[in-house]
């Protein structure tokens, strides 16, 4: 892991470019965040009104004396209809320029957040553009059907599908919508060709390829001849006869692929587009009468600001993707001489991600070398006490000699033998509660000493490392950055305000779970990913709150109930340009309460505060407690029911 250089320049002042060159706001904003000059976390939440900023310590200003108690989510609904507006546009103004023949008809994966108030608000902002819902599970169609109600956009189905799936697709159909029931597997043909005839419906149907270029990333598995998903070319064509056979072949309209989420590299959808194109090309001239080509998803997020093919980057913008899709489409099918389809997409991440973020505050730090204990000499101390002792001393001439490596190894061995005199009962607990307390102070002096000095020798580059802090924040990492957990995803993490102050010290975050897990030590670092990232000093007068960015796609909605922790306040922002503070705040959805996630795990919570109440009866008829202290404790109980998950300031 490299040293961050940042601590190196304790003496440099510090001015805010400094602070985006620390924690690159504006490099993963994506226009949508920036650092002000009073040091505050701004948020532009409309792309074409750049100079609308919300000061998002204002926000939270505002949340705290509406007594909405953190953590919390907050969505910028503004954010979520920019990103649909310059998704449909970019592709409509490429269409236009490139002179291709089809249209775009984009689809909203209802997987990525299936949020109500989110959906509504994507299907809201779309409807311009005869923008629709892509469903890929039943409960998603239920939802589809209900909120997708354009009768000139797509609904697109994808998934494993049963009979009930596939008649409610059916049903779709009968209330003129365009649903297009995608075929993931052989086998859903013939249900669905039995269905469709028993209730006389003519179906429109998509087939998945099974695409033989991979995707690059996290997810490049969903493509190849093993992905879990999709026809073989075999396959297509036996689908394609069987199809010719029901006299159904005019109902084949769309060819569909996806070859993964979060794809870090533009070279895999070239790749894509040529191997689909051809596909496309090919099976129109054996008469297939395809319309549209579903590109799927995968339009990738710059998590980590670096613009790379890194797992939590892309080395290609919304421009460049779409001008590939639309131009690689263009140019195949000239090539075959094949009418240019309609393009679908189904953007999910790119859509959701900026819109949400969580806020959290600090409510302590726990720091390996943070504990005094008297190291006075003690008579007849052990002899490794005492070497300690006399290279603390040394310590103050290491500056001259240079010799901190030196120092820093005789250290560490007198430590590891001080453990090994311990155990054979050589070293009493006082005297090894010593030699830990020297131990941690004669590396903080080497890491300061070792500030001034431009060359570092290897091995002391990981002293900072150990010596950094851990920030504990009230939230749950399982409940509100699952990824970060799960497969290792970066997320911006940054300071709401202070960033006009230099960060004093270098920080992992652990959250409030009872799981060593529960931790944050995955950060954008200066080139790479760092294990830590730069804080500022924890006032005790003064709150201190992080943002958790990028969190609207998937982490919105995966989080689980690891220590019933459960689901965050929120509040929806709306941008308002009369407004002095150019916002309000739309709606307040309350968190999970006590109650709410103890009922979801089947506990009945009117009966555990009975069983409270029964037992303080017992100790108030023995005069234990008196009735005044007891009618008061029940009540504690019960208030704590109600109230919510996450820690009281
Ligand atoms: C998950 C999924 C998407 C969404 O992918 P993003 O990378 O979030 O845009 C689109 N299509 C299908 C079939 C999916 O499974």
């Known amino acids: ?86 998704l449909n546009k970019t592709f409509r103004n490429t269409i236009e320029e490139a002179n291709y023949e089809g249209q775009y008809f984009g689809v909203f994966p209802v997987k990525v957040n299936q949020m ?26 239920i939802a589809a059907l209900a909120y997708n109600t354009n009768k000139n956009s797509l609904t697109i189905l994808n998934g494993y599908k049963d009979e009930e ?8 159909l009968k209330i003129d919508r365009n649903i297009i029931i ?22 429109i149907i998509g087939l998945r390829v099974k695409m033989m270029v991979k995707g690059r990333g996290k997810w490049e598995h969903s493509s190849g001849e093993r992905a879990k998903f999709g026809l073989s070319i075999a396959e297509i064509l036996n689908a394609v006869a069987y199809l010719e056979a029901e006299g159904l072949t005019d109902c084949i309209k769309l060819l569909h692929f996806h070859i993964g989420s979060q794809l870090t590299d533009i070279r895999a959808i070239k790749e894509a587009v040529q191997e689909a194109s051809l596909v496309y090309s090919k099976l129109f001239k054996l008469g297939v009468p395809l319309e549209y080509v579903d590109v799927g998803g995968g339009l990738a997020i710059d998590y980590d600001g670096s613009q790379s093919t890194n797992d939590s980057s892309c080395n290609y913008n919304l421009a460049e993707y779409v ?28 859509i959701t ?11 302590g730090e726990i720091h390996p070398s943070g504990t005094q204990y008297s190291t006075r000499k003690s008579t007849g101390e052990h002899i490794i006490v005492s070497n300690i002792r006399e290279l603390e001393v040394d310590l103050t001439a290491a500056e001259k000699k240079d010799n901190h490596q030196e120092i820093y190894n005789d250290v560490v061995q007198l430590k590891s033998q001080a453990m090994q005199a311990f155990k054979l009962g050589i070293l009493n607990l006082d005297e090894l509660a010593k030699v830990e307390t020297m131990y941690w102070r004669i590396l903080n002096v080497i890491e300061q000493q070792m500030q001034n000095h431009d060359f570092i020798p290897e091995e002391l580059n990981d002293i900072s490392e150990m010596l950094s802090s851990q920030y504990l924040a009230n939230f749950s990492v399982f409940q509100s950055a699952a990824d970060s957990w799960a497969i290792d995803q970066v997320l911006p993490i940054v300071p709401i305000s202070r960033l006009n102050e230099k960060p004093a010290k270098l920080c992992s975050l652990v959250d409030i779970t009872c799981d060593s897990d529960g931790k ?79 009922s979801t795990m089947q506990y009945t919570p009117a009966i555990m505060a009975q069983v409270i109440k029964k037992e303080i009866d017992v100790q108030i008829s023995r005069g234990k407690l008196k009735p005044r202290e007891g009618v008061n404790l029940i009540d504690f109980y019960e208030d704590c029911l109600n109230g919510y998950t996450y820690l009281k300031q």
């Open 323 to 350: 001008s590939d899709i639309v131009h690689g489409f263009k140019q195949n099918c000239d090539l075959e001489s094949v009418p240019h389809p309609h393009l679908v997409s189904e953007s999910g991440r790119a």
């Open 116 to 141: 109500r108030e989110v959906i509504e608000e994507i299907v809201d902002a779309g409807s311009r553009y005869n923008y629709g819902l892509e469903a890929g599970s039943k409960p998603e169609l």
């Open 520 to 598: 944050i030590d995955k950060f954008i670092g200066h080139d790479t990913v760092a294990n830590n990232i730069p804080m500022h000093k924890l006032n005790q007068d003064d709150d201190y709150y992080i943002g958790i960015f990028l969190t609207g796609a998937y982490q919105d909605v995966m989080g689980d109930m690891h220590n019933l922790f459960g689901r965050l306040n929120e509040v929806h922002i709306v941008s308002y340009d009369d407004d002095p503070k150019d916002f309000y705040i739309e709606e307040v959805v309350k968190g999970s309460s006590v109650d709410n996630v103890l």
């Open 1 to 86: 892991m490299s040293r961050e250089p940042l601590l190196k320049t304790v003496l440099t002042p510090w001015s805010i470019d400094d602070a985006e060159n620390t924690y690159h706001v504006k490099r993963w904003g994506n226009g949508y965040f920036d650092i002000g000059e009073t040091g505050d976390i701004n948020v532009i939440p409309r792309y074409d009104q750049p100079n609308l900023k919300i000061n998002l310590k204002e926000v939270i200003e505002e949340m705290q004396s509406e007594g909405i108690q953190f953590p919390a989510v907050i969505r910028f609904h503004d954010i979520l209809r920019s990103q649909v507006e310059l």
């Open 353 to 363: 991600a900026h819109h949400s973020c969580v806020i959290t505050n600090v409510i």
């Open 182 to 203: 995608v075929i993931e597997k052989y086998s859903e043909l013939l249900k669905l060709v039995t269905l469709a005839q028993k209730l006389d419906v003519k179906p």
């Open 165 to 172: 799936y596939l008649r409610l697709a059916l049903l779709g």
